[in-house]
């Protein structure tokens, strides 16, 4: 079993619409969770990360972290079809250098 | 900055040969990681360096893969012989957090295919 599951999607919405992004974790020492954007045929760039349990808002991105349950989201509210692309999450430990990814979820917005 | 540069873009061999992917992190950044990423597996780390130093290879597929820091400013991917299932596309990040979250910086990739 992976440290970091994510449902592969593919996911396709209207624009406008509300999207939400989910992954699970294993490792309960995981303590930042990051949300990446990767266009395709680009690398994967930094959208938010958060430390621990909580919310964080970003514009129209809400990244959201419930260590309860293991449970990390991304909200995008008013989605655009400048938001298509694939998102990965991402865990870390606090000690670590390294991030342990999800598998991504493929966001199509359709005008 | 420019960020994070690897080369080449695309690489396409056979099996068999030698390849070698290159990658120029970001000025000040004190961390390196090399990844891979494909459709069956996602996005795995290879190894990844601290200060110039190994730090991790445990994600090395096996001893055909060899990665070298020789100096802040310049890192190498080798993979000899290549085999097709190499093919993917290579990823190398850099990072500069002394403390907390190590936020990545990813280079475009190196896009290899083995014949």
């Known amino acids: 079993q992976k440290e970091v599951e994510q449902d592969p999607g593919p996911l396709s919405v209207p624009e406008g619409a509300i999207v939400s992004l989910n992954c699970t974790y294993s490792n309960s020492a995981f303590q930042y969770f990051m949300w990446y954007r990767q266009y395709s045929r680009k690398g994967p760039e930094l959208l938010m990360y958060?430390?621990?349990?909580g919310n964080k808002e970003d514009g129209r991105f809400t990244a959201q972290v419930d260590k309860s349950s293991k449970y990390i989201s991304l909200f995008i509210r008013d989605s655009q079809p400048s938001d298509s692309a694939t998102y990965l999450c991402?865990?870390?430990?606090?000690?670590?250098?390294?991030?342990?990814f999800g598998d991504g979820t493929t966001l199509t917005v359709k005008p | 900055d420019a960020g994070v540069i690897q080369s080449p873009r695309h690489e396409v061999t056979e099996m068999g040969q030698e390849v070698t992917l290159r990658c120029k992190p970001i000025?000040?950044?004190?961390?390196l990681f090399w990844y891979r990423q494909t459709m069956m597996r996602g996005l795995e780390l290879l190894i990844y360096f601290n200060n110039n130093v190994p730090i991790d290879d445990s994600g090395m597929p096996e001893d055909r893969f060899s990665a070298k820091m020789p100096n802040a400013s310049f890192s190498t991917l080798k993979i000899q012989p290549s085999e097709p299932r190499d093919s993917a596309v290579y990823f190398c990040?850099?990072?500069?957090?002394?403390?907390?979250?190590?936020?990545?910086?990813f280079g475009a990739g190196s896009r290899l295919t083995v014949l």
């Open positions: 990040a850099s990072s500069g957090s002394a403390s907390g979250a190590n936020v990545l910086t």
């Open positions: 958060t430390y621990s349990s």
């Open positions: 000025s000040g950044h004190n961390s």
């Open positions: 991402a865990a870390q430990n606090t000690n670590a250098g390294k991030s342990t």
